[in-house]
Structures are given as C-alpha cells and as structure tokens.
C-alpha cells in the first residue's frame, strides 16, 4: 500500500485498502452512493448511486499492476490521446493513467464525497512514456462522488515555454446490451470514423451500435446514453471539451486484448470527455486548464 501518496487526512467515509493487485484503493461509502478509486492513475473504478445498479464498467480481466493499464472505470488519458499527433507518442493515451497520483483533499459533505488527487513532473520520472513528453505541469483531479457524478480535471504549465496536450477522460459506463442503446446529443456533429481510416463524416440522428466503433466528434454539448435493457438514461454533461468520443470495441477487437474478456463487449460503452486531434489544448506559461464532466442516471419507465 502506498501511504506516501496520502496527502490529507481522510473522513470517516473514505477509506484507504489494499485493492487488486495489492493497488492502494480508497473505498467511499455512504447513503448517497458507494464507489472505489486507486491511486495509481487517480483511476476511478466504480461508482454506484445508492438506488442505482452499478453505472461504471469494469472489465473482469482487467490488470493491476505497477505499470500497466486498468481497463474500465475512467481512465485519464493524459498527456496524449490514443497514438497521439506525432511519431514515437508510447504507450498509448499517455503516462497519466500509468502514475501515482497523490491524495491533497477528501471532504464529505452531507453524503457527497469530493476527492482531490495531484500529480507533477516531479513525480513520473521512470514511469513509462513520461521521457517522451518533457514538460513541466501541474494537473489536479477532482472526483466529486454523490447522486451524481463530477469529474475536473485541470492542467497548470509550470514552465516558461508555451505547448500542447491532449486528454480525455476514458469513461466506460455499464449497459445491459450495446445492440440496443442509443446516444442522443450528438445528431449534426463532425466526426472523425477511426474504424474507416479517420473518415470525415457527418452524425445523422441518434449514435446506435452495429459493428465496431471508434469516433470522435468534435461536440461540447450533453450527450445522453439511453439504455431500454436497464431502463435508465445516462447524461454525460461538459464543459471546455471540444470533443466526444464513443467506442465499442465489438468481438473482433473484443477478442484481441488480452485484458479484455471475449464477451463483455456488449456490457459496456465509452462516451468520453476529451480535448484530442485538432481540438488539443495549448497553454501558456502560467496558464490552466480545466476540463469537466458530470453524470447523472435517470430511470425509465
């Protein structure tokens, strides 16, 4: 367990465990919801609205290992996304998700749980990826944790010299079945069909599910999960994102990672919050940027 990424003290509703792997883990319960987030990665892997069946995804075979990747939850992809822009950009999505992030703040209030998880320059030196990008930064991630739920994350350049990143968070949400659910909001939406080659097209109604699925849209409104299997809505509210992104890996892909279990495909989908491709942020000197998402789950009749 790695006390020494405890920066604060902790209420009596958070709790620090050895999770899988022997991952440092704090453990949140209370009557307004439960959910569970490692330190490695700042990675949030459940999240549970007390009512509410189960809303993040988790993918069975998942690793937990000093590292390596944890496949489900909300993954922060950070300081690139996917490849990235340039040649070279390893592992895939950045170091951020591969670090220790250290706990500054844990506050209830009323039942709702805000965690506060920072991570430095100083601090990735020997995690994979981290020499590939050498630029100094500040990002904080706020993790608020109730009936809904809110996701901040903030970059701060630390040095003299402007430059770009990426990110997104990678949010996995739980679905009864994928060949049925829609997602709303993104109807005239430019997007680039990572599955056709990075196609150019245009969304015409309602995002369905058919085949394999990887698109970002360039979209900073509400986009809307509507799942008839679970009889519930998921709403995935924004702000200073340029884009969405929805992903579904389906059988094929599915099969092909090892952390992935050939038939979880159609338990899951990604709507992720992101500033990726075109839309990258850049930041002078001195500058910030904040990045949120908010979810909310609604049942249907």
Not at 116 to 142: I, K, M, N
Not at 189 to 206: H, L
């Amino acid at each position: 367990m790695t006390e020494s990424l405890i920066a604060t003290d902790l209420p009596s509703t958070v709790t620090l465990v050895d999770g899988e792997g022997g991952l440092s883990r704090l453990d949140v319960s209370t009557p307004v919801a439960t959910a569970e987030v490692y330190l490695h990665g700042a990675h949030l892997t459940a999240w549970t609205p007390a009512g509410q069946d189960p809303v993040i995804w988790m993918s069975s075979k998942s690793t937990f290992a000093p590292g390596k990747a944890i496949r489900g939850g909300v993954p922060i992809c950070f300081p690139w996304f996917g490849a990235g822009r340039e040649p070279g950009m390893s592992p895939a999505h950045g170091f951020g998700r591969l670090a220790g992030w250290t706990l500054v703040g844990a506050d209830d209030d009323a039942g709702v749980v805000t965690l506060t998880l920072r991570l430095t320059d100083a601090d990735v030196t020997g995690v994979p990826g981290a020499q590939v990008w050498p630029h100094p930064f500040e990002a904080t991630y706020s993790i608020t944790l109730g009936s809904e739920l809110g996701l901040a994350l903030s970059v701060r350049n630390t040095g003299t010299d402007e430059y770009s990143f990426e990110e997104a968070l990678h949010t996995y949400l739980h679905v009864k079945d994928v060949t049925g659910v829609t997602v709303e909001g993104l109807d005239g939406a430019r997007y680039v069909d990572k599955v056709s080659g990075a196609e150019s097209r245009t969304q015409d109604g309602p995002v369905v599910f058919a085949g394999e699925t990887d698109r970002v849209y360039h979209s900073t409104g509400t986009a809307t999960v509507v799942d008839p299997g679970s009889a519930r809505t998921i709403t995935v509210a924004k702000s200073s994102s340029a884009n969405t992104v929805v992903w579904n890996p389906w059988t094929a892909k599915a099969a092909a990672m090892p952390d992935y279990d050939d038939a979880e495909w159609p338990t899951m989908v990604c709507v992720e919050t992101a500033n990726a491709l075109d839309d990258a942020v850049t930041l002078a000197a001195g500058e910030t940027h904040t990045m949120t998402a908010r979810y909310a789950v609604a049942n249907k009749a």
